[in-house]
C-alpha cells in the first residue's frame, strides 16, 4: 500500500481523473472529497461490501415455501 | 440454457437484461433473465445467463411496503439511460434462508431495470434510512397483510 502524509485541504490525484480531497481531520474520523468520472462508482466500503455479502446469501436462498407466498399474499 | 431450479429455459434476445456492471457480488455476470414463475409469486426469479445456479429472488417492494421510496442518483439514470419513471421496473433482492421466518429483503440497494432498452442496475442509495436486510415478514405485517 502507498502511504502518503496530507495535510487539510491538500488532495491526491489517481490516475488522470480522479482527485481525493482531504477536507478535514477530526479526531477518529477524515472528512474525505472525491471527484471522479461519471461511470466511476464511489462507496462506503462496508455498505458495499454488506450489499455484496447480501447478495451472495440471497443466491442461496431456498425456493420460496407455499406458506411463505400465502403469508405474503394474505 | 439449463437453470439449477427451472431445467431448460430459452430466452429470446429481446428479453435479455444486461447489468453493465454486474451486480455487487458477481461482477463478472452481466445477463440476466427475469423468470415469472406463476406458482412462486409475487417472487420471480433474476436469473444468471451466463452462470446457470446463480439466480437471485426478487419481488416487488412496494407490495411489502408502500410508502417505499428514494431518489434515483444522476449517474444511475444516465447508466441506465431511463428518459423517465414509468419506464422503470423496481424489484427488492429477497434472501429465504433454511427458517424462512428469518427471510428479508435488500430496501437499500434495488434493482432497477429499464423496460424499453432491457438495461439493468443494482443501485446503492446513499444515505438510506432502509437496511439491506429488512425482515420479509414484519414487512408485509406492517403494510396491513396478515400472516395466513
Redesign the interface.
Known amino acids: 500500500m502507498l502511504v502518503f502524509t496530507r495535510k487539510r485541504g491538500e488532495s491526491l490525484i489517481i490516475g488522470n481523473e480522479i482527485e481525493v480531497t482531504f477536507l478535514n481531520v477530526g479526531s477518529g474520523s477524515v472528512k474525505v472529497g472525491i471527484t471522479a468520472p461519471r461511470y466511476i462508482s464511489v462507496h462506503r466500503k462496508e455498505v458495499y461490501e454488506s450489499i455484496k455479502r447480501e447478495n451472495v446469501a440471497a443466491s442461496m436462498s431456498q425456493i420460496p415455501p407455499p406458506d411463505v407466498l400465502k403469508r405474503l399474499l394474505g | 440454457m439449463r437453470t439449477v431450479?427451472f431445467g431448460e429455459i430459452e430466452v429470446p434476445e429481446e428479453k435479455i437484461i444486461h447489468f453493465k456492471?454486474g451486480?455487487?457480488?458477481?461482477p463478472q455476470i452481466r445477463k440476466f433473465a427475469m423468470l415469472e414463475i406463476e406458482?412462486?409469486?409475487?417472487?420471480n426469479y433474476l436469473q444468471s445467463l451466463e452462470d446457470p445456479?446463480?439466480?437471485?429472488?426478487v419481488?416487488n417492494p412496494f407490495?411489502?411496503q408502500s410508502s417505499y421510496q428514494f431518489e434515483v442518483s444522476e449517474?444511475d439514470a444516465?447508466e441506465l439511460q431511463a428518459g423517465k419513471p414509468e419506464e422503470i421496473s423496481i424489484f427488492a433482492?429477497?434472501?429465504?434462508?433454511?427458517d424462512?421466518s428469518n427471510?428479508?429483503v435488500?430496501l437499500?440497494?434495488p434493482i432497477l431495470i429499464n423496460d424499453r432498452n432491457r438495461c439493468g442496475k443494482?443501485i446503492?442509495l446513499l444515505e438510506s434510512r432502509y437496511s439491506?436486510?429488512h425482515p420479509?415478514?414484519r414487512a408485509?405485517a406492517k403494510n396491513g397483510?396478515?400472516?395466513?
Open positions: 431450479n456492471e451486480i455487487p457480488g458477481f406458482n412462486l409469486k409475487p417472487f445456479p446463480i439466480a437471485l429472488l419481488v407490495l411489502l449517474k444516465e433482492v429477497a434472501t429465504i434462508p433454511e424462512p427471510a428479508t435488500n437499500m440497494a443494482q446503492i439491506v436486510r420479509l415478514f408485509a397483510v396478515e400472516p395466513g
